[in-house]
């Protein structure tokens, strides 16, 4: 039985090391120090520096001076968490990272490093040599037909069109031939938002017929279209950010528009 105890002790004895070992390499919340114990040679212990007080277990939160309010604790609380929250999420981002760095990069793209962050890689469409932080979901891009350019739409930041270099005319589909050097002169109507017509300049497939439900004024004429409630449109693509790619019955006209705007016929 005394055998068995100290076996025990011994056990305990090392777990505990093992944790104050742990905790030797943690960064401490605001407010608190490392400091030997003074009944306990040889042992740390963390005092708040705000009040002199110390104690064996390591602080879960931020030290407040004597007779802080209840405001001042929540707000310190606040600010614990959300410290927790940030290390967290950059610990997933640099798993991420660490996961795409061994993938094999899809047709086109290459990993380089950054220019703003040495030591850090991005990726680059080898064609275009346009960069992007995150891991490519599908082949690169290939070059646009002449004339042509990929902007950020005026509307929706962070959504691209493409712009005639010529006439600055935009349109929402990727042009598969040469921008022509008048205005009024369409490229193949679209089969996607941002993404390949097909090879001929034939109609595009219609998913299905929506109507409008709410009216909606465009202030950028050249990349949507305006709806009056119960106009029908053809829809030809559906975005995932909520923007479709149609043409309205009644007008005539092709773009982008809100597809929140309408219910299915």
Request: aromatic share 8%.
């Amino acid at each position: 039985m005394i055998a068995k105890n100290k076996a025990a002790l011994a056990k305990r004895q090392a777990a505990k090391k093992a944790e104050k070992d742990k905790e030797g390499t943690l960064e401490l919340p605001s407010g608190w120090k490392r400091v030997a114990s003074s009944s306990r040679p040889g042992e740390t212990v963390y005092q708040n520096t705000h009040t002199g007080e110390k104690q064996a277990w390591f602080p879960d939160q931020a030290a407040m001076a004597a007779g802080a309010s209840e405001e001042d604790i929540a707000k310190e609380s606040l600010k614990a968490k959300n410290k927790a929250a940030l290390e967290k999420r950059k610990a997933a981002l640099a798993a991420k990272k660490s996961e795409d760095a061994g993938k094999a990069v899809p047709e086109g793209w290459i990993r380089v490093e950054s220019r703003s962050r040495p030591g850090e890689f991005v990726y680059e469409n080898k064609y275009t040599e346009e960069r992007q932080a995150w891991f490519p979901d599908g082949p690169a891009s290939k070059p646009l037909p002449d004339g042509w350019k990929r902007v950020e739409s005026r509307s929706y930041p962070g959504e691209y069109v493409f712009e005639n270099v010529h006439t600055g005319e935009r349109q929402a589909w990727e042009p598969t031939e040469g921008a022509p050097k008048t205005e009024g002169k369409a490229t193949a109507p679209p089969a996607a938002a941002a993404a390949a017509a097909p090879p001929k300049a034939e109609a595009p497939a219609v998913l299905f017929v929506a109507t409008a439900i709410y009216d909606y004024k465009t202030t950028v004429p050249d990349e949507e279209i305006d709806l009056a409630e119960g106009d029908k449109i053809d829809v030809h693509y559906k975005g995932d950010n909520g923007w479709w790619v149609g043409q309205n019955q009644r007008t005539g006209t092709s773009g982008i528009f809100p597809g929140s705007y309408t219910d299915k016929a």
